[in-house]
Every structure is written in C-alpha cells, then in structure tokens.
C-alpha cells in the first residue's frame, strides 16, 4: 500500500511554491487550479518515491487547490486535492527600490534638476 504526502511552503521572500509528493509512480503531474487550471506540470523524481515541484505562483488573487489526479488501467487512482489561499504581495512588502525602476527615479531626478535650474534663471536674470 503506497503512502501519500502532500507538503506545500510559500517562502515569504519570493512568490514561489514547492509541492512534495511521496509516493511510487513515474509519470505524476500537478494543476494549481482557480477555475481553470494556472499551471500543469510534471513532478519531478528523486529516485526514492519522492517527487517535488518548485514553480511561480500567480500574481492573482483566489483560493487554489493543488490537484493531482493520477489514472492508470489496471491500478486504484488517486485523487489529491488540497486548497490554498494566495494573495499577491501588499504595497508596503515589495522592495524599496526596483532595479527595472531605475529609469524612472532617472526621469524625475532630472525633471526637478531641471526645474531648479528654471527657478534659478528665472530668479537670477536681468
């Protein structure tokens, strides 16, 4: 009788998910599901019944579930289901300043030079 474990982490850190699976198969997929499915990907193996999965979690809000549905003739199926609450990350959880941001900051440093150097001729001239 093969034995199931369904564990699931979110690192706080980053908005990835890891799904470890314990069971003895070869071919087993995950759907991380809403409505439809987000994403359906095959599980990896580590040779010793255990297959894991790293992948990126939707920026969406929603309940999900983790869903394995593995179906084979001649055996029992299995039908896995586990629900998660995901919420995208607040205004104030992301980090202070974003490389891609950039030439934007650069875009309104240069706007206020620019306007200082406006008051100053303005100020200053005959």
């Known amino acids: 009788m093969p034995s199931f474990g369904v564990s699931?982490?979110?690192p706080s850190?980053?908005?990835e998910a890891l799904l470890t699976v314990c069971c003895r198969a070869d071919d087993l997929q995950v759907s991380?599901?809403?409505l439809d499915p987000y994403i359906r990907q095959p599980?990896?193996?580590d040779g010793n019944g255990r297959f894991s999965l790293r992948f990126k979690v939707p920026d969406v809000y929603g309940v999900f579930k983790y869903v394995i549905d593995y179906?084979?003739?001649?055996?029992?199926?299995?039908?896995?289901q586990q629900v998660v609450p995901v919420r995208p990350f607040k205004h104030d959880e992301y980090e202070r300043f974003l490389l891609p941001a950039y030439p934007y900051y650069a875009s309104v440093?240069?706007?206020?030079?620019?306007?200082?150097m406006l008051g100053l001729v303005y100020l200053y001239s005959k």
């Open 13 to 15: 850190s980053t908005a």
């Open 32 to 34: 991380f599901v809403m």
């Open 8 to 10: 699931h982490t979110r």
């Open 43 to 45: 599980m990896t193996h």
């Open 71 to 80: 179906k084979h003739r001649g055996y029992s199926y299995i039908n896995l």
């Open 109 to 116: 440093m240069s706007t206020m030079f620019a306007f200082f």
